[in-house]
């Protein structure tokens, strides 16, 4: 299996599709990790709030892929925002993944009411000139969370991972980031919990394609460049949620399943919903 790649604003490489980890823990995480790499995954996402580092670490090495081929991704947590903070928090993941660097590293959450995204957004820049991080980016950021980012630094994140669906296009916010060189990954990218999938538009749609109603969703983001990072420990969901490049949706289709945008309200709000 070949997951096709986005070439972000620094030339670095990331995979379309990757294995998302959030609530895997201990040796399931670890199996289905390895699981995924065998398959052909070289994506993996994970957090310091999800508290499987140690486990996503392990599935690498179960999986006899080399290090070097494998794209680690994870996140800081709000707890450990500041530039102090952030750079001991990082190098506090990496040794729980075993890892010697991190390719992707994302500031989880703004967490405005801290005061410390800038400071933390300096840190990830001074790990990235360090190598220590080979992609700086952010998660759950609003324009203006990335134009304040940028305004103190000068730099945008290469790298924004946001909730987007069909069921929450984010047109607007994506449309900044595009016009910036900041690329979008969705997180929940079936708008499962949205009861997107249960949708007649995305029923027909599976029918029409012989694809499931979640192959539907993640063609949708694909199909525009955006990365998704679907979670499963089910060999042959994994499997599934990386079969998208075999087929397109057609204007008419990307049309039809734009009715099911609930809008930016429906998003979670970064500005007052804050995780530590």
Not at 135 to 156: C, I, M, R
Request: aromatic share 8%; glycine share 10%; with cysteine.
């Amino acid at each position: 299996m070949e997951i096709p790649s986005v070439t972000l604003a620094s030339g670095f490489s990331l995979p379309l599709v990757g294995l998302g980890t959030y609530d895997m823990l201990g040796m399931p995480c670890a199996h289905a990790v390895s699981h995924a790499l065998g398959a052909g995954y070289r994506l993996l996402d994970t957090a310091s709030r999800y508290s499987n580092e140690r486990s996503v670490g392990m599935g690498i090495e179960e999986s006899g892929i080399d290090r070097a081929d494998v794209v680690v991704q994870t996140k800081l947590g709000g707890g450990d925002q500041g530039f102090d903070e952030a750079i001991n928090a990082a190098k506090d993941s990496a040794r729980r993944l075993g890892v010697a660097y991190l390719d992707v590293y994302l500031i989880h959450w703004p967490c405005p009411s801290l005061g410390k995204m800038v400071e933390s957004w300096k840190a990830l820049l001074t790990l990235a000139e360090e190598g220590f991080i080979r992609v700086p980016g952010v998660s759950n950021f609003k324009a203006h969370h990335l134009q304040a980012l940028y305004d103190e630094t000068g730099k945008w994140p290469e790298l924004n991972q946001i909730q987007c669906s069909p069921a929450l296009a984010r047109d607007g916010l994506r449309e900044f980031m595009q016009h910036n060189g900041i690329h979008a990954q969705a997180w929940h990218p079936t708008g499962r919990k949205e009861g997107m999938l249960a949708d007649a538009v995305v029923i027909r749609l599976a029918r029409k394609y012989g694809k499931s109603p979640t192959q539907i969703a993640l063609r949708w983001s694909v199909q525009q460049g955006i990365g998704v990072v679907p979670k499963s420990a089910h060999k042959g969901r994994q499997l599934e949620n990386a079969d998208l490049f075999d087929f397109e949706l057609t204007e008419a289709d990307v049309t039809d399943l734009a009715s099911l945008d609930r809008g930016e309200k429906a998003a979670r709000d970064s500005d007052v919903e804050e995780e530590f």
